[in-house]
């Protein structure tokens, strides 16, 4: 199983940014896509982005292309998921998730076998 570990969450103000960080503990770090996902009170989760670590090759949900970027650091095996202009629909826990896909990640919830605990984003108006 892979370990992972999001943080970063917290209250923001409208069109401020946040950067989220996903350490992982996968041994075989490029083996893996990494994806992240958010869930509001009352909603269904919905993917943003997603990254397969062996090419570094990102996908981002049409919702919020544009305003995120996701990224990678092997050496610390973290993946980093950048949030700009803020806004208060973007408040939500967020959670990264591990799949085995070195390539070509997907955007599929119950695809990915592994999750994190979830970091709150709160942005206020």
């Known amino acids: 199983d892979v370990q992972l570990q999001a943080s970063g969450g917290g209250l923001v103000q409208a069109g401020g940014s946040l950067r989220l960080s996903c350490r992982t503990s996968?041994?075989?770090?490029?083996?893996?896509?990494i994806g992240w996902f958010r869930q509001a009170p009352g909603k269904e989760r919905e993917g943003l982005a997603c990254i397969s670590l062996n090419d570094g090759d990102p996908y981002y949900a049409d919702s919020v292309k544009g305003r995120v970027t996701i990224s990678s650091d092997s050496a610390e095996s973290t993946v980093y998921l950048q949030i700009d202009s803020l806004k208060p629909e973007d408040t939500a826990v967020y959670y990264c998730?591990?799949?085995?896909?070195?390539?070509?990640?997907?955007?599929?919830?119950?695809?990915?076998?592994?999750w994190g605990q979830g970091t709150l984003v709160t942005v206020s108006s």
């Open positions: 998730a591990a799949m085995w896909r070195p390539y070509s990640c997907l955007l599929v919830s119950y695809e990915y076998t592994d």
């Open positions: 996968a041994f075989t770090f490029e083996h893996y896509s």
